[in-house]
């Protein structure tokens, strides 16, 4: 059975940086793109950008362009999503996500989601 | 960027009862919207793809409809397990961007 297993949550200073992690299970981890989406308290999902895990080829979403950075380690099947010069903006509960595949077709929509990182953001 | 806008913001209704959720797109997005459902603390849930396609293991009473800029998900007779969040979101631009709505909550009437 697919699983995502992320890192534990975590309170940093404005101006630093988190770096989250997200380990996979259960099925070929080169073979799906994973995709990382935030979630502010009480607000709605924001997507964060996806990572090719096989190549490292990834996209982020234009807010986060310059201060986002997703890298993946096949060795123990990982992927990493890195924010800087954080703010209390950023304060959120940040998910990855693997994309759905079927019948040889793959989507950019998410069948299996990590546990969720929250991350605040306080002086 | 395509914008996605939900309506209503909440929905009140009774167990049994019908619910129909709405999702517009700024632009075209043909079919490719899917929802997703989340209850407090927990991640969101795949239910439909495709507008219309019922994600592995959704039961037959949460279906989808519309294409291109409007759509719809209907539940039809509502659950005790139903109330909850509920999100669209487009990936016919997946290569650049994707985009969700603002979220529809469902709560008991």
């Excluded at chain 1, 362009?65 to 010069?85: A, F, H, K, P």
């Excluded at chain 2, 009862?17 to 919207?33: D, K, P």
Aim: hydrophobic share 30%; charged share 15%.
């Amino acid at each position: 059975q697919a699983q995502l297993v992320q890192s534990g949550a975590g309170v940093k200073k404005p101006g630093t940086s988190v770096k989250v992690s997200c380990q996979a299970s259960g099925y070929t981890f080169t073979m799906q793109y994973i995709h990382w989406v935030r979630q502010a308290p009480g607000e709605g999902l924001e997507w964060v950008g996806w990572i090719n895990p096989n190549n490292e080829n990834t996209n982020y979403a234009k807010n986060f362009q310059g201060r986002v950075s997703m890298t993946s380690d096949t060795s123990i099947n990982t992927v990493y999503m890195e924010l800087n010069r954080l703010t209390s903006d950023d304060t959120a509960a940040y998910y990855c996500a693997r994309e759905f595949c079927s019948g040889g077709n793959c989507y950019a929509v998410f069948d299996v989601w990590g546990q969720g990182t929250m991350v605040i953001v306080s002086s | 960027e395509i914008a996605m806008t939900q309506s209503p913001a909440t929905l009140s209704v009774s167990p049994g009862e019908r619910a129909t959720l709405s999702c517009r797109a700024s632009q075209s997005v043909g079919s490719n919207l899917a929802w997703y459902q989340q209850k407090p603390g927990q991640a969101p849930r795949l239910l439909l793809y495709g507008a219309s396609t019922r994600a592995t293991g959704i039961p037959d009473r949460f279906s989808g409809s519309g294409s291109g800029t409007e759509f719809t998900l209907t539940i039809s007779s509502l659950q005790s397990e139903d109330f909850a969040v509920y999100y669209c979101q487009q990936y016919k631009d997946w290569l650049r961007t994707l985009t969700f709505g603002g979220g529809t909550k469902v709560e008991i009437k």
